[in-house]
């Protein structure tokens, strides 16, 4: 572990680490409430912002994500049937966007890993020198932040 927190008002508990994660812990019992994957090395410092709405994070990959604390502990339901329902709870591992049960949702090419940011997410921030936001519209998957620029094929 690489940094830990208290929120002020003392019911959950975050670290970093080196395995990229931040995680989240109830503060009484102990138990663990999420992992928040996004970073793509060593966590360095957590803290939680004075509102206790919110954790920030930093890492080694130059890169500081913030992350909606409600957002993290809400379990995902309805999924199977919406399509931003998974795209928000999906994580990146093997460089795949993987949904909740594991399926395969986006490869996402190596230069581009520490700066995804799937609006709608735990991860409510990146703050880097770059980032791309992936996000789904109404005609299917679509990326960047413009709708207009992005390319629209036939099917």
Request: hydrophobic share 35%; net charge neutral.
């Amino acid at each position: 572990m690489s940094s830990v927190a208290f929120s002020c008002d003392g019911r959950f508990i975050c670290s970093g680490s080196a395995d990229q994660n931040v995680r989240l812990w109830d503060a009484s019992t102990g138990a663990p409430l999420a992992t928040l994957q996004g970073h793509m090395d060593c966590v360095n410092s957590v803290v939680f912002t004075p509102d206790r709405q919110s954790i920030v994070s930093c890492s080694y990959d130059k890169t500081i994500r913030i992350w909606d604390i409600s957002r993290a502990c809400a379990v995902p339901s309805g999924w199977v049937s919406n399509p931003n329902m998974a795209l928000t709870s999906a994580t990146l591992k093997n460089k795949w966007l993987k949904g909740p049960l594991g399926e395969l949702l986006l490869w996402v090419p190596e230069e581009y890993r520490p700066y995804l940011w799937v609006p709608g997410s735990a991860c409510t921030k990146v703050i880097g020198k770059h980032h791309i936001i992936v996000s789904i519209g109404d005609s299917g998957w679509h990326c960047g932040e413009s709708w207009v620029s992005c390319w629209r094929g036939t099917t």
